[in-house]
């Protein structure tokens, strides 16, 4: 079955510990992509990513980091987490041939608690 | 910068009405332009895209979204809602950058 999973769906942390959330999918995607959902802002996009190796920010990429080292793998990274980095987090993935607007399949989403 | 706006922050419609949920959007050329819709504790599905031609798209779930420029404008409508239709609706706009309104949530009453 073609989707996108994340690891942990919900993760509970305390100010300053070093997190990550995986994001993995099965489709061959280059495009993959990390938002964050807040009450009344709706998605906010973190980083992308474009292929392997290639990475870039977002609107809110303050706090987070990425890597892309295989096609398929894209985690978030919180090196020191804060209590305003609480939230619903999703990855996405898109193909990019024909143009960087095709449909992005996302992934269940992983809610993050910073204490 | 691209932005989008979505006015209304939950709409009620009894089952069976018609729907519109508004988005209007701010791009320098031609935008690409999405619908998603989140169902409770789900992810996002595309329900339908625009990109260029025709301005009247149609999508899943017998939705449909009309392209006007001059009103910058990307309205969802469908003409029957079902109750399974009751979810957040997104509109975004974007390429590599996505940006994504704040969304519309849609409750149907029986």
């Known amino acids: 079955e073609a989707q996108v999973t994340q690891n942990p769906r919900y993760l509970i942390t305390v100010t300053g510990k070093k997190l990550t959330v995986t994001c993995s999918q099965n489709m061959n995607h280059e495009y993959m992509s990390w938002y964050r959902q807040d009450p009344g802002l709706g998605l906010r996009q973190i980083y992308y990513s474009m292929n392997v190796e290639v990475t870039d920010k977002g609107d809110v990429p303050e706090g987070y980091k990425v890597s892309r080292k295989e096609k398929r793998n894209f985690p978030l990274i919180l090196e020191s987490p804060s209590p305003n980095q609480t939230s619903l987090y999703f990855c996405a993935s898109s193909e990019l041939a024909g143009g960087p607007y095709n449909e992005q399949f996302f992934g269940p989403g992983t809610r993050l608690t910073v204490l | 910068a691209q932005s989008v706006t979505q006015p209304d922050i939950h709409i009620t419609v009894s089952e069976g009405a018609s729907l519109e949920l508004r988005c209007n959007y701010s791009?320098?050329?031609?935008?690409?332009l999405f619908w998603y819709v989140q169902s409770p504790g789900q992810g996002l599905q595309l329900l339908l895209k625009?990109?260029?031609?025709?301005?009247l798209v149609q999508g899943i779930k017998g939705f449909e979204a009309e392209f006007k420029r001059s009103q910058s404008s990307f309205n969802l409508r469908k003409p029957s809602v079902h109750w399974s239709d009751a979810a957040e609706y997104f509109c975004?706009?974007?390429?590599?950058?996505?940006?994504f309104g704040a969304g519309t949530r849609l409750t149907v009453k029986p």
């Open positions: 975004a706009v974007g390429e590599l950058v996505m940006r």
């Open positions: 791009y320098g050329a031609t935008p690409y």
């Open positions: 625009y990109f260029s031609g025709d301005t």
